[in-house]
């Protein structure tokens, strides 16, 4: 009989990050957790600091989200040995909280901000699908940040198209 093989030791620190406290490991969906979690943190945020602080804050969260996301990206990818796996949210954590940048601290902006992050991390627009091919955690989180990015730039410029259609509202 065989003996099974002890599992591989696993870095706490970048798993617990990579997953995002466990949010990664939810399912179905775990890039959708990973996103509500960040919207759950922001909006507590929204009403914890004084909202002339809110961008700024959301904004150095997504940075150290994404600054130390790479190297667990990277590192848990490695100790999975999956390109870019699936429980691995703090790529989803980093995109939301810039598509949150700047926005109004209410349900129907936040809602609006998830729906579109999740739309453009899940059909990955050119140029954002090609930032996937980057070496390992770079990869794994830069198209996560394009797809933030242009969720916010989407969110931000929806009311003005729909003023300029609609110029009496």
């Keep these: 009989?065989?003996?099974?093989?002890?599992a591989a030791p696993k870095t706490r620190w970048a798993w617990l990050t990579a997953t995002f406290f466990g949010a990664g490991l939810l399912k179905p969906g775990p890039g959708t957790y990973g996103s509500i979690a960040a919207l759950l943190l922001w909006f507590g945020a929204a009403h914890a600091f004084h909202p002339g602080h809110l961008a700024l804050w959301t904004a150095a969260a997504a940075l150290a989200a994404t600054l130390i996301g790479i190297p667990a990206a990277t590192i848990v990818a490695r100790e999975s040995g999956r390109e870019d796996p699936g429980h691995v949210v703090i790529d989803e954590v980093a995109g939301q909280l810039i598509a949150l940048i700047a926005i109004a601290p209410d349900w129907p902006h936040a809602a609006l901000s998830l729906l579109l992050f999740r739309i453009?991390?899940?059909l990955k627009p050119p140029p954002i699908r090609q930032l996937e091919s980057l070496p390992e955690g770079t990869g794994i989180m830069l198209d996560d940040v394009a797809a933030g990015l242009l969720a916010l730039a989407?969110?931000?410029?929806?009311?003005?198209?729909?003023?300029?259609?609609?110029p009496s509202r």
């Design 1 to 6: 009989m065989t003996q099974p093989q002890p």
């Design 120 to 122: 453009f991390d899940i």
């Design 154 to 166: 989407v969110a931000h410029l929806l009311p003005l198209a729909l003023h300029a259609l609609h």
